[in-house]
């Protein structure tokens, strides 16, 4: 009989902040609940893991600090996971933290967002690429993440009635896939999302082999007509992203290109060794592209990218890439993530980020959304929210495809 694990509590955290909307879920977010009450014990998991000890799920909202601290501890964490990028978002107050431990040393933990209902108790527990559950220097023990994963549920889905959604950087894995059913979670398929993945651990010149012929010969026309490269973390590089992104919307006409208004106070906010890589693209003194990369662990992705109006014969955007993937080499970093792959949405993206992903690459399912609920309230009203909000969604997407093929029409005319 394996040992229990033992879940305490701290001590809840207050705020004057005022309650910001949460785009996910389209409600008001209300500040958290007070985690005052204690965890019943729990045995582990599952009577096929080895003997692993005792672990500790400790429950409170973190300081920036000490959550950084934590953060820096693991080779899988990420800048969603960031304290300055959700609180941004959500407001600071309105984040929660769930740590596991192993005697003294944190083998897991996980931040999530909280959007709690007015008057009726529960809402949304929301952990974006969560929990964290390989330390830095360490293997991937699967047992913490089935233990981070029923941890959570006890405590945010049993306890506190909230829908809670993890969502874990982690791509189509056996081992891993089984665990979330096991532990009473439920994936939500239709949120199932895929991307490309390029293995940094290959050499550079194996990586340009790897290219198909079309993304290589974009960037070797790229590097011939004299394009200079600037990249750096500093607000001045992020204002002029900012304008070409600005200038990709209104060309893109898209409501589906999300704005980054909070992008300067994140950058701002975030620590010197996990802010964002900036690299911009000129031609002729003119801004013409831009990229921006974040790499906290050993794993990175490329977070946003936009070309100006002016870019987009010049393949700036090629450059950048391959600028980025040399970068990240060497800093150590193992693996870029290209950020979601959709050949029917997005066809020309996709055929983009497949051509840089070539034969070293792969495409790959991510492991996927998970949700586990207790409370009717929670799921009736936040999965409503939702269909709304895609029911929204893809009525602005029909609006602006007849607007373009009205524009067209006229133009043949």
Known sequence: MHEPIEFVSG?????????????????????????????????LASSDCPKAGRFIAECKQLSKEEWDAILAEFQDANLYQTWSYAAARWGG??????????????????????????????????????????????????????????????????????????????????????????????????????????DLTCSMEELRASLTRHWRSNLKRAESIGLEVVEDSTEDLLDEFAELYRQMRERKDAGWIPPIHYLHQ?????????????????????????????????????WLAATG??????????????????????????????????????PGTAQYKLGLCGKRGRVADYLGEFEACEAWTSRLVIKGTDRFRLALMRVQQLAQERWHNRSAHQQHL
């Open 266 to 302: 994140i950058q701002r906010e975030l620590n010197p060794g996990m802010k964002a890589h900036v690299s911009l693209c000129r031609y002729k003194g003119q801004t013409i592209a831009g990229l921006v990369v974040s790499a906290l662990g050993e794993k990175s992705f490329a």
């Open 93 to 198: 107050k309105n984040l929660s933290h769930l740590v596991l431990r192993s005697g003294p040393t944190v083998v897991g933990a996980a931040q999530l967002v909280l959007v709690k209902l007015p008057l009726l108790g529960g809402g949304l527990a929301y952990a974006k690429w969560g929990p964290l559950w390989i330390r830095r220097g360490s293997a991937a023990d699967p047992r913490v993440f089935r233990e981070l994963l029923r941890a959570l549920r006890q405590k945010y889905a049993v306890e506190l009635g909230f829908l809670l959604r993890v969502t874990p950087w982690e791509f189509e894995n056996a081992e891993l896939q089984s665990i979330p059913s096991q532990e009473g979670f439920r994936q939500n398929i239709s949120a199932q999302q895929r991307t490309a993945m390029l």
């Open 309 to 346: 109006d002016a870019g987009l014969e010049l393949r700036g955007s090629y450059l950048l890439q391959w600028r980025a993937i040399q970068r990240l080499k060497s800093q150590g970093v193992r693996s870029y993530d290209l950020g979601g792959v959709n050949e029917v949405t997005h």
């Open 11 to 43: 001590p809840s955290v207050t705020s004057d902040e005022s309650a910001p909307v949460d785009s996910t879920v389209g409600s008001s977010v209300s500040p958290p609940v007070d985690f005052e009450d204690s965890f019943p014990e729990m045995p």
